[in-house]
């Protein structure tokens, strides 16, 4: 008994050959191979596009005076001299966010300094007190008498601290913690410490769209964002796609004087395609 040979059948090769049916099996393998790679080339295409950078903190934005920037006080305001009587009525003084040399006062200093110095509350200048008639608080009903009222050490009111007022700081009136001009007057600038990639929209896939949004947010001192604003808009739906993912962000939070305070702040969220 011998063995059986393999013989010369055929092989997965032989439609290369000559053989019979051989150019059919030719363009079937032919159409195959263009189906796949055409079937790749679109895995490669609907691949999502990447973001090319995480958004960083703006530190020079060519528009930032036509950004919606509000410093209404630090903390509302409040001050007085440790005076019996309650403050009496009267109108702040000249607004501005310079250091405060002199804070306001009520009672006019027997002796003239010799360099005077006008009396400031630290709050931003496009926010307008009426300049008419003598200093004091405007939200005082009592107008019979000159007094900075109880608090102290120095300003007008209840409360404390070169303001006018019954809350804390500089400022004028009753109010929240407000928000602090990062990196001026001993602010420190908040930083981000987790900063998820947004993703793109359809729209802007689909349009190969990309550049860059400009987003104004309040930084909390819990380092949260809040009040998110569009500075920059890019539209195709990017501009919500930042908001959604500077949403998510987390920062370490600015201080003053070692203290963590809120601030308000431009990012710039980068919408790259490779």
């Known amino acids: 008994m011998t063995a059986?040979?393999?013989?010369?059948?055929?092989?997965?090769?032989?439609?290369?050959?000559?053989?019979?049916?051989s150019k059919i099996r030719r363009e079937a393998f032919l159409l195959s191979l263009m189906g796949q790679a055409a079937i790749l080339a679109l895995i490669i295409y609907l691949t999502p596009y990447v973001i090319h950078d995480t958004?960083?903190?703006?530190?020079?934005?060519?528009?930032?005076?036509?950004?919606?920037?509000?410093?209404?006080?630090?903390?509302?305001?409040?001050?007085?001299?440790?005076?019996?009587?309650?403050a009496s009525s009267g109108n702040p003084p000249r607004a501005s966010l310079e250091t405060q040399?002199?804070?306001?006062?009520?009672?006019?200093?027997?002796?003239?300094?010799?360099?005077?110095?006008?009396?400031?509350?630290?709050?931003?200048?496009?926010?307008?007190?009426?300049?008419?008639?003598?200093?004091?608080?405007?939200?005082?009903?009592?107008t019979h008498w000159f007094s900075n009222g109880p608090g102290g050490p120095t300003g007008i009111g209840p409360g404390c601290c070169g303001g006018i007022g019954p809350s804390s700081g500089p400022g004028v009136g009753n109010g929240p913690p407000g928000i602090y001009p990062a990196g001026k007057m001993g602010t420190t600038i908040p930083q981000p410490i987790y900063s998820p990639e947004p993703s793109f929209s359809?729209?802007?896939?689909?349009?190969?769209?990309?550049?860059?949004?400009?987003?104004?947010?309040?930084?909390?001192?819990?380092?949260?964002?809040?009040?998110?604003?569009?500075?920059?808009?890019?539209?195709?739906?990017?501009?919500?796609?930042?908001?959604?993912?500077v949403n998510r962000w987390r920062f370490r939070p600015a201080t003053l004087n070692g203290e963590p305070v809120a601030t308000k702040i431009a990012v710039q969220v980068d919408f790259h395609l490779y």
């Open 4 to 21: 059986a040979s393999l013989g010369p059948g055929p092989s997965l090769f032989s439609f290369l050959s000559g053989n019979t049916n």
């Open 101 to 142: 040399i002199v804070p306001p006062t009520v009672i006019v200093p027997k002796e003239t300094p010799r360099l005077p110095v006008e009396q400031t509350v630290v709050i931003a200048p496009d926010v307008k007190f009426t300049q008419v008639g003598k200093i004091g608080d405007p939200l005082s009903p009592y």
């Open 202 to 245: 359809e729209e802007a896939r689909k349009a190969k769209y990309q550049g860059t949004v400009v987003l104004v947010i309040v930084i909390g001192k819990d380092g949260r964002p809040y009040d998110i604003q569009i500075g920059q808009s890019l539209g195709l739906g990017l501009d919500q796609k930042a908001i959604e993912a």
């Open 55 to 86: 958004g960083t903190i703006v530190r020079n934005f060519s528009n930032s005076r036509q950004l919606p920037l509000i410093f209404s006080g630090r903390n509302g305001g409040g001050g007085g001299n440790r005076d019996p009587l309650a």
